[in-house]
């Protein structure tokens, strides 16, 4: 075979693995190494069995999937929010679905704002089930407003559910797994923790927070190896969370909240969450394109970054003012302003 062929040949190859590359990441709704992990990674139906899972924010959305995808796989659940009727009501689904018993699923109401419960709780939990093996910190609230129109009573509110709750609640959490030397600490993020873009700053900051925290005490639990700490970054995913987002006035309630259907699908999002907890990943952004590449923008290259942020956050905000979900905005057609 001439050199001449052998080139032909390698470039060919070269070229056929980078499109066969391109059309995975294009099609990706993960990054690739939770996208690997999914493929030749631990299964979650190995790894999370006959484990206990506290998962908060468990009345709806991404906690309310994670209850019945987790109890179908057999783990015991311990399940939170301010909410009793609503936890209620997913634990007979997950009874109705699943093999577990009824003592294999404990409502515990909860407030993350109420820091002063969280010991009690987790006395509750560990009188009831002996042992945590993972401590899910879900429950959160967004945000959709300007940051010149909200009150900074906004801005105080969020950072306790989202930032103070969760860290409160680890706390609590974290001398039982150190006794233990195991556990699993599994925060749902956001793509807001990695970036930002407009109407959300309060919500950004309270992600962002979290990931400076969770960064940091996975480093002090090194000494621990088997106590993973696991910073989850969904993108736009099908829940009440707009309906439930804070926008100028803590009191005041989002208007419109847009249609939801273009998010991604909850069950994936939370197969993902159980796939990089099967596999200890210690960050995994979970999110269809081109979400998904705004990550790497934001990781490999701000400059970038910065630059499409500041085009998409005027048309974010055009939209949103008129009655669209401002996730849904950046690529839709104007709307027409009524002069
Ligand atoms: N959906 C998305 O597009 C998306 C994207 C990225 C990240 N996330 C994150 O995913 C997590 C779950 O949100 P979701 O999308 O499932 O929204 P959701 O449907 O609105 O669910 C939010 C959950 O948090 C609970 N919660 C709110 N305030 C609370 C408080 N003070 N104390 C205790 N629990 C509280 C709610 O329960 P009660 O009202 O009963 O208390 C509810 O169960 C949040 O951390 C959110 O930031 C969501």
Redo the contacts with the bound molecule.
Sequence with gaps: MSWDLLWSLLLACALVYLGVQLIRFVRADGDLTLLWAEWQGRRPEWELPDLVAWV?????????ELAYQLSKLGTSLVL????AD??ERVKNKCLEISNLKEKDILVLP????DRSSHEAATKKVLQYFGQIDILVN?????QRSLFEETNLDVYKEIMD??FM?TVSLTKCVLPHMIERKQGKIVT?????GLGGVALVSG?AAT?HALHGFFNSLRSELAVYPEITVMLI?????????V??AFCEEVSKKVENTGNQDY?MATSRCVRLMLVSMANDLKEAWISEQPYLSFCYIWQYAPTWAWWLTNKLGYRRIENFKSGLDA?SSYFRPLEKKSN
């Design positions: 908060t924010g468990a009345s709806s959305g991404i906690g309310e939170s929010s301010r909410n609503k936890l909860l407030d993350l704002t879900n429950g959160g609230r967004s559910i989202n709750g749902t993020s956001s793509l807001m919500y992600k970054c969904p993108g736009p995913v099908q829940s009440n969370i309906e439930n998010k996730d």
